[in-house]
């Protein structure tokens, strides 16, 4: 994704700015939500396994290149904390996890 993005951005370099907007809203959307969701899986070791968590990190962080806001390491940190949905409050990632009768401010 991020060599398509990147050849993407080679091949409009003469395009017109209304070109370029319409091609980023469209193609882009979709490449960067793919990116995320690659980065997601990534965050679960998913890509060279649990063995091999530095390789893991450092393809998240090639994958975040062309994102623009650099996440990939700290998403896996707060995704875990968000896992358990139906024990959180809706400011899961913003540092309150509320679990039955007790509140843990992270």
């Known amino acids: 994704m991020v060599l398509t993005q990147l050849l993407s951005a080679y091949q409009l370099q003469d ?4 070109t370029i907007a ?5 193609w882009g959307g979709v ?5 995320t969701l690659a980065i997601h899986e990534i965050s679960h070791n998913l890509a060279f396994g649990a063995a091999r968590p530095a390789a893991n990190r450092a393809l998240g ?3 975040n290149l062309v994102l623009g806001i650099p996440y990939s390491v ?7 904390v968000c896992a358990f949905i139906s024990l959180l409050d809706v400011t899961c990632g913003f540092w ?5 009768e007790i ?3 992270i």
């Open 15 to 18: 395009a017109s700015w209304l």
């Open 103 to 105: 509140t843990i401010v």
């Open 31 to 35: 490449i960067n939500h793919s990116m």
């Open 61 to 63: 962080i090639f994958g």
């Open 74 to 80: 700290l998403f896996k940190k707060y995704h875990q």
């Open 96 to 100: 309150r996890l509320v679990v039955p």
């Open 22 to 26: 319409i091609v980023a809203y469209l």
